[in-house]
């Protein structure tokens, strides 16, 4: 018996699967995963293309997912995977997907390999390609192996950045988080900064998107100084957010939690020195 919506099934009240679709995504983003699977369970019986199936798989895998079954998210998105016509990004998305449970099972070597295999799909383009450089970091850094992580994120800077996307800039902001696990501060400190010393034309498309960027740039680079305990540095980096054009309420609002922080550590009493050791 499908789900009701608005007193009616989903199936019953759509005219074409886009109408349907549009249903399923409300239970979806409410978090109602059982009717969401029902509505979109409703819309595959609406398609006939297989390759118009196979997208509805892939959404239907994540759901699997987020429902504690992995297993069968697995089986699902290797029949993606190897629909005819698919397209490019779904196939990429539903092969990283399983090299996503891989990762999660600690399977390192298999996750690297299923998501490696993403590379050798036809058709594909530079977004996909960075996706897949994302993941295969991640798999490093799950095993604290920084470097190979990092090596994966440089190959995303050989990438044509498509227009929109920019790739690059989100690239360095997460090159500057590798670099500070390490406790690599000044490197981690330089990654951000690129982002920082990006412009672009005001009328260029965008403009918020990197101003947001370069919010969570400061932001860090402020934490930074701040996990130094160099508090002059990091309130002088915070007030920096501030004075940052259209800054988001959420930037200000931390940038400001941050500064009374500081306030608070400059006022909290020293550590008392360690003791010397008796004479023998």
């Known amino acids: 018996m499908p789900f009701l919506f608005n007193g009616q099934s989903v199936l019953a009240q759509a005219k074409n699967p886009a109408e349907a679709m549009k249903a399923a ?15 979109y369970e409703e819309v595959l019986a609406l398609l006939q293309k297989p390759e118009e199936k196979a997208g509805v798989e892939w959404i239907l895998g994540q759901i699997d997912v987020l429902e504690g079954k992995a297993d069968a998210a697995r089986k699902r998105w290797e029949l993606v995977v190897q629909t005819p016509g698919v397209d490019s990004l779904v196939r990429v998305e539903a092969q990283l997907g399983i090299g996503e449970i891989l990762l ?48 994966e994120l440089f190959k995303i800077f050989d990438l044509q950045d498509p227009e929109g996307f920019n790739l690059h800039r989100t690239t360095w902001l997460d090159v500057g988080e590798l670099y500070e696990q390490e406790n690599k501060h000044d490197e981690a400190r330089a990654a951000w900064d690129k982002v920082l ?15 947001l960027d370069k ?7 402020a934490k930074s100084y701040f996990t130094q305990k160099n508090y002059a540095r990091a309130r002088e980096e915070y007030q920096k957010v501030l004075v940052i054009d259209k800054v988001s309420g959420e930037s200000r ?21 360690a003791a010397e050791p008796a004479p023998k």
């Open 25 to 39: 995504m409300s239970y979806a983003r409410q978090g109602n995963w059982p009717k969401a699977r029902a509505s």
């Open 104 to 151: 999660k099972e600690k399977r390192y070597d298999e996750a690297l390999e299923a998501m490696s295999k993403a590379l050798n799909f036809e058709g594909i383009n530079p977004f996909n390609r960075y996706l897949i450089f994302q993941q295969r970091s991640k798999v490093f850094v799950e095993q604290k192996k920084f470097s190979e992580a990092r090596d």
């Open 197 to 211: 010393q990006e412009e672009d034309p005001a009328d260029a498309p965008g403009q918020a998107e990197l101003r």
């Open 215 to 221: 919010e969570q740039a400061q932001l860090r680079i």
């Open 253 to 273: 609002n931390e940038a400001n939690a941050q500064l009374k922080a500081i306030d608070e550590a400059e006022k909290a009493p020293a550590a008392p020195a």
